[in-house]
């Protein structure tokens, strides 16, 4: 059974740094396009960042680039988050996401219709 279980969350101040883990058991990343989104209250859940585990090839949206950094640790089977310079806005429960094996993220990477499997996301806070 696919599982992806994050961890990582945490409450900072604006300016400091977390760093999420998004670990799959059950099978192993190949080839496929692995999300970092986020749900603030009373809002859409959002693409943050993406990364292709064929390629290494990353995406992230707007607000987040400079600051944000995604990668893969393949040994470890973990995809994580680096998140720097927090702002009391990205504020959030934060989920990751895997799609099915494809050809890559595309524009895809952003539409939560297009993930697979979901982990039970973390909860970042931010205070100013």
């Known amino acids: 059974q696919v599982q992806l279980v994050e961890s990582g969350g945490g409450s900072v101040q604006a300016g400091g740094s977390l760093r999420l883990s998004c670990a799959a058991s059950g099978y192993t990343y190949n080839n496929q396009c692995v999300g970092w989104f986020r749900q603030a209250p009373g809002k859409e859940r959002e693409g943050v960042a993406a990364?292709?585990?064929?390629?290494?090839?990353?995406y992230y949206t707007d607000s987040v680039k400079g600051r944000f950094t995604i990668s893969l640790d393949n040994a470890k089977n973990t995809v994580y988050l680096e998140m720097n310079s927090l702002k009391p806005e990205d504020t959030a429960m934060y989920y990751c996401?895997?799609?099915?094996?494809?050809?890559?993220?595309?524009?895809?990477?952003?539409?939560?219709?297009?993930?697979?499997?979901w982990g039970q996301g973390t909860q970042v806070t931010v205070s100013s």
């Open positions: 996401a895997a799609r099915l094996p494809a050809l890559g993220c595309l524009s895809l990477w952003y539409w939560t219709y297009a993930y697979d499997y």
């Open positions: 990364i292709y585990t064929g390629d290494g090839s990353t």
